[in-house]
């Protein structure tokens, strides 16, 4: 059956890293769409002109992303990047055969469930809230976490066996998920040195134009870097 011809909506957030996994599945998939953006750190994704958006009330956190794709309203990214494997399964991102699929699938989980949540805005907002944790010591929560999940993702990869990526000689849905996740540990001064792979794998990715079209400073939300002054 035919697919619907619409543009898919993909409803974002620059720094979301959970929108961004979604970003680079479409890009890796050559899937075109349009970015409609809300601005998370004004809160917009908790008022009513988004949360009405959402179908199936799952919702209640007001959670970016959701893509709007062949009449329907897809939340969570895991689910909207298997959705787009089944819409359109070339390029693969899940490798062939059961077993390394619910290898990849693991990998991901690793990053979506074990991680994300306990690093998530509303997460990290709550320890300001309610144990009145500043700066130092939201970011220090933040680094546990990621070293807890890093080391292993990095255990779980095994040994380096030549391919710059985590399976296979392309990336796919391990690195949707992994490289958001390593630009937020960037952001929070995590020290990445141990991770040697994890490492290469995101240097790898981030040479690839649909890895640099999907990344937080290219989307149309993000702040525009101030021109360069004029030489005299
Ligand atoms: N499990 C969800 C997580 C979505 C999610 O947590 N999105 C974040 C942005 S990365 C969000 O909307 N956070 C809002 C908040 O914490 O208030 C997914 O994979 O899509």
């Given at each position: 059956?035919?697919?619907?011809a619409?543009?898919?909506?993909?409803?974002?957030?620059?720094r979301?890293?959970?929108?961004?996994?979604?970003?680079?599945?479409?890009?890796?998939?050559?899937?075109?769409?349009?970015?409609?953006?809300w601005?998370?750190?004004?809160?917009?994704h908790?008022?009513?002109?988004?949360?009405?958006l959402?179908?199936?009330g799952?919702?209640?956190?007001?959670?970016?992303?959701?893509l709007?794709?062949?009449?329907?309203?897809?939340?969570?990214?895991l689910?909207?990047?298997?959705?787009?494997?089944?819409?359109?399964?070339?390029?693969?991102?899940?490798?062939?055969?059961?077993a390394?699929?619910?290898?990849?699938?693991?990998?991901?989980?690793?990053?979506?469930?074990?991680?994300?949540?306990?690093?998530?805005?509303?997460?990290?907002?709550?320890l300001?809230?309610?144990?009145?944790?500043?700066?130092?010591?939201?970011?220090?929560?933040?680094?546990?976490?990621c070293?807890?999940a890093?080391s292993a993702?990095?255990?779980a990869?095994?040994?380096?066996?030549?391919?710059?990526?985590?399976?296979?000689?392309?990336?796919?849905i391990?690195?949707c998920?992994?490289?958001?996740?390593?630009?937020?540990?960037?952001?929070?001064?995590?020290?990445?040195?141990?991770?040697?792979?994890i490492?290469?794998?995101?240097?790898?990715c981030?040479?690839?134009?649909?890895?640099?079209a999907?990344?937080?400073?290219?989307?149309p939300?993000?702040?525009?870097?101030?021109?360069?002054?004029?030489?005299a």
């Amino acid at each position: 059956m035919a697919e619907s011809a619409s543009i898919p909506v993909l409803h974002s957030y620059w720094r979301s890293s959970a929108a961004y996994r979604v970003r680079i599945a479409l890009a890796l998939k050559g899937q075109p769409y349009r970015s409609v953006t809300w601005q998370m750190a004004q809160g917009e994704h908790l008022q009513p002109a988004y949360r009405r958006l959402a179908p199936f009330g799952l919702a209640p956190f007001g959670l970016v992303p959701m893509l709007d794709i062949d009449g329907l309203r897809l939340q969570q990214s895991l689910a909207i990047i298997e959705y787009l494997e089944e819409r359109n399964p070339e390029p693969a991102l899940l490798p062939p055969g059961r077993a390394a699929r619910a290898r990849a699938r693991a990998l991901a989980q690793l990053i979506a469930c074990e991680v994300h949540p306990l690093n998530n805005l509303r997460a990290l907002k709550r320890l300001r809230t309610q144990f009145g944790a500043d700066d130092e010591q939201v970011g220090e929560w933040y680094r546990h976490w990621c070293h807890e999940a890093f080391s292993a993702f990095e255990a779980a990869l095994g040994d380096d066996d030549g391919s710059p990526y985590a399976l296979g000689d392309a990336p796919g849905i391990v690195e949707c998920f992994l490289m958001p996740q390593v630009y937020n540990a960037r952001r929070y001064g995590a020290d990445l040195a141990p991770y040697g792979r994890i490492d290469a794998i995101a240097r790898a990715c981030a040479a690839l134009p649909a890895f640099q079209a999907a990344s937080p400073e290219h989307q149309p939300d993000a702040p525009q870097p101030a021109p360069a002054a004029n030489p005299a």
